[in-house]
């Protein structure tokens, strides 16, 4: 399957928990989780959360959980809905460009202001507890950055 799936939702110590194959991502790249869980009836669960992509298991698969409170019970018995968005993270930081200095850009207007100097774009440090060996943005470049 394309991107990320969901193979399992578990309702334990009242949190949701969605088991989540995410074969088309690298392992060790930070992963921005996002989505909810829903059941007829009015019960539902929030996620989002931005973890490390682990090593593939033995069969060759990437699986993560991500879990979150649900807003009424959900019920034995009746189907679960989950919405899911799975994205790669990274953050971005640009600098004005001095008039003029780029071949590509328009010239100059007095209307609004212009950032498109890239300067760094870094992965993003995952939200969860326990990926301590991950640099968090503002440490190493991990994209190379425009001269």
């Not at 807003?71 to 004005?96: H, I, M, P, Q, Y």
């Not at 890239?118 to 991950?134: I, L, M």
């Amino acid at each position: 399957m394309a991107n990320g799936y969901v193979t399992k939702v578990t309702l334990r110590n009242n949190e949701v928990v969605v088991k989540i194959g995410l074969d088309d991502f690298t392992p060790r790249e930070s992963v921005e989780i996002s989505g909810y869980a829903t059941q007829a009836g009015g019960a539902f669960a929030v996620f989002n959360d931005i973890q490390l992509v682990p090593e593939r298991d033995p069969d060759g698969e990437i699986t993560m959980w991500v879990k979150a409170p649900p807003s009424a019970d959900f019920k034995k018995g009746k189907a679960v809905t989950v919405v899911l968005r799975a994205a790669r993270v990274w953050t971005t930081v640009l600098g004005e460009r001095e008039p003029g200095s780029s071949p590509d850009q328009a010239e100059p207007t007095d209307e609004g202001m212009t950032w498109d100097d890239v300067r760094e774009v870094k992965y993003a440090a995952p939200s969860s507890a326990g990926h301590t060996d991950q640099t968090p943005t503002g440490g190493d470049t991990t994209f190379p950055h425009r001269t």
